[in-house]
């Protein structure tokens, strides 16, 4: 394991020392015009997911408009100077939309198929949902303006896999897990690296792959951690679950690496991996430095520490969401979300969380060929 690591960190250098002389020769003014968005809870506020949050209790309402956003994605659209991509199911199929951005992103999605809920979308129904539009955008523009648009002008924004684990660990204790959670994040991987290249093949060429952040800290997974000490602990005495966090660095460690072999394989192509994993607990563990005084409880929830139902009401939200760490069950909220946000835009306080670029160097730098 330690070879394979030391075989990956060589590899990671080399690829960032090409990509950076690769920027530092093509840097341009922005000519991003859309960013389209796929991936679960971190970046859907309900709006794609029927019947929300009405029938499924664990999921939790997200303050898009008001409070301030705290989806990383909306937050970087406006670095860019984008205004925020359109939920799939509020556009009405014209390009004068499409050309602007879409979210597809739904609330419980999940990289595989979740068979015992169908109200929760897959990653597989959303890249239909993308091809969907490079066809209406394609069928009202012509292909070769269309393809040229989404190859030149699109930014492509993917998270999933917290929902993935927070199905598994909601139903077993990560104890006995073992090799079977090592298994799964493979899988897993293999399916989001799949997603991407049917993404390159429709001549998408800009892409963001985030990570998952430590669900082991969230509100809903402290109770559940089985005493297991942590070396997160916050101002007011959080103690992670460890075994939980370890799957998740697992799965972050294993895509980060194919994200930097496919961005060998497709040459043309700029993809960067994005690590929420480290700062969050950089937060959670000095929370009284960035102004967060409870690490602990969720702003919005009902039950002990209020982690055990969701936030399907804004009455029930605390009285300064900006005091914590966690919104809600399991995603972090506003402050938190904008101080990621802008180190993966520029490395301004947490450096290096988005590899080999930043997404400022990202969204300015040119594609090879245009």
Known sequence: MMINKMKFDVLLHI???????????????????????????????????????????????H?????????????????????????????????????????????????????????????????????EIFQLLQLELGQETANDFIKSSTLFYISFGKD???????????????SDAERLSRILVDQMTN???????????????????????????????????????????????????NFVLEYNSFLEQRIVRLGIKLSDAQLIFCDVYRPMMEIINNPYIYGIKNVKNACCGEGTDTGIRGCMSMNMACEDPSSYVW???????????????????????????CRPITVQNLVHTKINGM
């Open 15 to 61: 690829v960032t020392t090409i990509f950076i002389e690769m920027v530092n020769s093509n840097i341009t003014v922005s000519n991003i015009k859309a960013m389209y968005v796929m991936g679960d809870s971190t970046v859907d506020c309900g709006e794609n997911t029927l019947l929300f949050p009405y029938l499924l209790r664990n999921l939790s309402l």
């Open 63 to 131: 303050p898009c408009e008001n409070p301030p956003s705290s989806i990383l994605p909306h937050l970087l659209a406006k670095k860019i100077g984008l205004s925020y991509p359109v939920p799939f199911y509020s556009q009405n199929g014209s390009s004068e939309v499409l050309l602007r951005g879409v979210n597809l992103g739904s609330t419980g999605a999940t990289i595989l198929s979740n068979p015992t809920n169908p109200l929760l979308q897959s990653l597989n129904q959303q890249l239909r949902q993308a091809f």
């Open 164 to 178: 993935d684990y927070t199905d598994l660990f909601r139903g077993k204790s990560s104890k006995g897990l073992g």
């Open 195 to 245: 997603a991407i290249e049917y993404l390159y093949d429709s001549n998408v060429r800009k892409f963001v792959v985030m990570g998952i952040l430590p669900l082991g800290c969230a509100p809903r997974f402290l109770r559940s951690g089985n005493g297991s000490v942590s070396d997160g602990r916050g101002g007011d005495g959080v103690v992670c679950a460890d075994d939980i966090n």
């Open 327 to 353: 919104w809600d069950l399991f995603n972090p909220g506003h402050v938190v979300s904008s101080l990621i946000a802008d180190s993966a835009w520029s490395d301004e306080l947490f450096p290096d969380i």
